[in-house]
Nanobody
């Protein structure tokens, strides 16, 4: 497992942008597939996006496709989620996750999680 720390959340108006970051101090970051999930009270954790170890392949939930972009910098041990054209329904706690075996849309297949960062989009 790796220790993950998210940052970059906050309050933004609808139509605005935020960039989330997730870093780890481990030296094995490049061996992990990374994912972003989000969760609102009373709901299950929802897949947002994932990126392979090399960054060569990405995947997005339909609800964010065309608005969000995932990327990673293995030299900085960091994965990013650029969120544009934000909507009130994007309001949630956003979590990054790491999976040694690959990238997935199922939360249960990730073995390491950050503490989450709150994103609030006002209308």
């Amino acid at each position: 497992q790796v220790q993950l720390v998210e940052s970059g959340g906050g309050l933004v108006q609808a139509g605005g942008s935020l960039r989330l970051s997730c870093t780890t101090s481990g030296r094995t970051f490049s061996t992990y597939g990374m994912g972003w999930f989000r969760q609102t009270p009373g709901k299950e954790r929802e897949f947002v996006s994932s990126i392979t170890r090399s960054g060569g392949s990405t995947s997005y939930a339909d609800s964010v496709k065309g608005r969000f972009t995932i990327s990673r910098d293995n030299a900085r041990n960091t994965v990013y989620l650029q969120m544009n054209s934000l909507k009130p329904e994007d309001t949630a706690v956003y979590y990054c996750a790491a999976a040694y075996s690959g990238t997935y849309s199922q939360a249960e297949l990730y073995e390491s999680w950050g503490q989450g960062t709150q994103v609030t989009v006002s209308s």
